[in-house]
């Protein structure tokens, strides 16, 4: 099957491991109470799913869509998150989608979106549709709107947000902010942008944490996760190095090349964050589109294992 993709402009899960065989089971606890000893917990650990922000392959998205989404899911990616031209999509051609990630088992948990999708009326209906369509449960604002300024600008949007927020949840959506680097900036010269976003916002407004930005603007990720417990549902793994575009440095640095402290984060995003997947995300980098999301999920199976 074969899909047009519309003009781009821009850009619980539970996996039981160490499964004990029962013989062994049976055996560890006789000789526990032989010993006079309590049996150890039974320890399961979670499986976070791994998902890629499709942006990191525009190029190839904008080409074909299906071949795309069957060559991410051949990679080994469970998750995609499409970003915010999806919008201009017609319902039956996301149905077409939905079909095609069905079939080759991906999920899509969230998507990216400019204003129109948090604005009461005809654009945040079509947005809800959309999205149940997809399956997506988080509409994530991708942006602010331009002219947002200063903490008066900042606080009236989240102000939009929370309402936003409130409309969602009867049809089974919540909504949520993607950071960049400016908005770890101060504003009026007394509190930054995620700050008012956060205090601003009810909890179950998602804080999606895009990592390499905050690394970017010298902000501390471990600090900022545990200030918003259990607000970062999904984690953008973008990674950063100090350096230039020739230099390959920047955001061009695959997933593990850079100054990212990853280990603590992780570990952070999952005791106190509240993450429940993650996705890859990449701006471009010295590989191809497919080579590069194959490069970085080696890296996170090794960085997992």
């Known amino acids: 099957m074969s899909i047009a993709l519309p003009p781009l402009t821009r850009r619980n ?26 049996p150890a917990a039974i320890v399961t650990r979670k499986k976070y799913p791994i998902g890629i922000e499709l942006y990191a392959v525009r190029a190839e998205l904008t080409k074909d869509l299906p071949k795309t989404l069957q060559t991410v899911a051949k990679i080994g990616y469970e998750v995609v998150e499409f970003y915010a031209p999806y919008f201009a999509w017609t319902f039956p051609y996301a149905k077409q989608v939905r079909a ?89 010269g007394d509190t930054r942008i995620m700050d008012i976003l956060a205090a601003n916002t009810p909890q179950e407004f998602v804080l999606q944490f ?17 200030a918003n417990p259990g607000r970062i ?8 190095a100090p350096g230039t575009r020739p230099e390959e440095k920047g955001y061009r640095v695959l997933f593990g090349e850079g100054v990212t402290p990853w280990k603590e984060i992780l570990a952070t995003a999952e005791a106190v ?24 999920l080696a890296t996170w199976k090794k960085m997992r294992a």
């Open 13 to 38: 899960f539970l996996a039981t491991t160490a499964a004990i065989p029962a013989a062994f089971a049976l055996r560890s606890l006789t000789g526990a109470a032989a010993a006079g000893t309590a």
């Open 100 to 188: 095609i990630m069905d079939d080759v088992g991906l999920r899509c948990y969230s998507t990216h979106n400019h204003i129109q999708s948090f604005t009461a009326g005809e654009t945040m209906a079509r947005g809800i549709e959309l999205n149940q369509i997809l399956g997506a449960k988080t509409l994530v604002m991708a942006a602010a709107p331009r002219g947002t300024n200063g903490a008066e600008g900042w606080k009236k949007l989240a102000g939009d947000l929370a309402a936003a927020t409130e409309a969602l949840t009867p049809h089974g959506l919540t909504a949520g902010f993607h950071n960049h680097a400016s908005e770890w900036a101060k504003v009026d």
């Open 210 to 226: 895009d990592v390499g930005t905050c690394i970017e603007a010298g902000a501390d990720p471990i600090a900022w996760i545990k």
């Open 233 to 240: 549902q999904s984690v953008h793994l973008k990674d950063w």
């Open 273 to 296: 964050g509240g993450v429940e997947y993650y996705l890859m995300e990449q701006e471009g980098s010295r590989f191809s589109e497919f080579e590069t999301a194959e490069r970085c």
